[in-house]
C-alpha cells in the first residue's frame, strides 16, 4: 500500500520550480475571476444590443408597412383635385343630357376615389375657417378681411391629406389678415 500524503506538502512528482505559492494561486485566482466578470459584463451587453437592435429593426418594419402607401396615394390625390377642378368647371344647369350624365360620371368617379382613399386611411384637412397652421397649411396669400381674425383661413386652394400623422401633402390656402 502506498502511504497517504500530507496535506501540506506539494506531491513529490512536481519539478520545484513549477509549484506556487499560495499567494501566486490567490493572484492568479483573482485575474480569472476579473477575466470572467469581464466576459460575463461583455455578453450581457452583447444580448442588451442584440434586443435593442431587435426592438429597433422590428419598429422600422411597422412603420415602413403603416407608410408603404404614402407615395401612391400622393399621386391618387392629384388625380382628386383634378376630378374636383373638372367638376368645378362644368356647370351644373342648362345641360343636354349627354353633358349632365358626363358631369355625374365625373362626380361618382371623384366620389369613389375619395372613399378608397379614406378606405386607406387617408384624411382629408379641409380647414376653411380654422386658424392657419404650419404643420398642415401652406399659407399661398393673404386676403384683407374684416369678418375673420387675422390668422383665419378664408379660402381653400388645394384640400389637403395626411395618412395617420404624416402629411402627405399640406392645405394650400388663403388666409386672412387686417384690412
Do not use: C
Not at 55 to 62: D, F, K, L, S, Y
Not at 123 to 150: M, S, T
Amino acid at each position: 500500500m502506498q502511504d497517504a500524503m500530507p496535506e501540506d506538502e506539494p506531491p513529490q512528482d512536481v519539478p520545484p520550480a513549477e509549484r506556487a505559492a499560495p499567494e501566486d494561486l490567490a493572484q492568479q485566482i483573482a485575474m480569472l475571476e476579473a477575466e470572467r466578470d469581464q466576459a460575463k459584463d461583455q455578453a450581457l451587453r452583447a444580448l442588451a444590443e442584440a434586443e435593442n437592435t431587435r426592438r429597433r429593426v422590428e419598429r422600422e418594419r411597422a412603420e415602413a408597412l403603416k407608410y408603404a402607401n404614402v407615395p401612391l396615394l400622393r399621386d391618387l390625390v392629384k388625380v382628386a383635385d383634378h376630378l374636383s377642378r373638372a367638376l368645378a368647371a362644368m356647370p351644373q344647369e342648362g345641360l343636354d343630357d349627354k353633358a349632365r350624365a358626363f358631369r355625374e360620371g365625373v362626380a361618382l368617379t371623384e366620389r369613389e376615389l375619395h372613399s378608397v382613399l379614406e378606405k386607406h386611411r387617408a384624411e382629408r384637412i379641409d380647414p376653411l375657417g380654422q386658424p392657419l397652421d404650419p404643420n398642415l397649411h401652406e399659407a399661398v396669400f393673404e386676403v384683407p378681411d374684416a369678418e375673420h381674425p387675422p390668422g383665419t383661413i378664408v379660402q381653400v386652394l388645394e384640400t389637403g391629406w395626411k395618412l395617420h400623422d404624416r402629411l402627405i401633402r399640406p392645405a394650400r390656402v388663403a388666409v386672412a389678415r387686417a384690412p
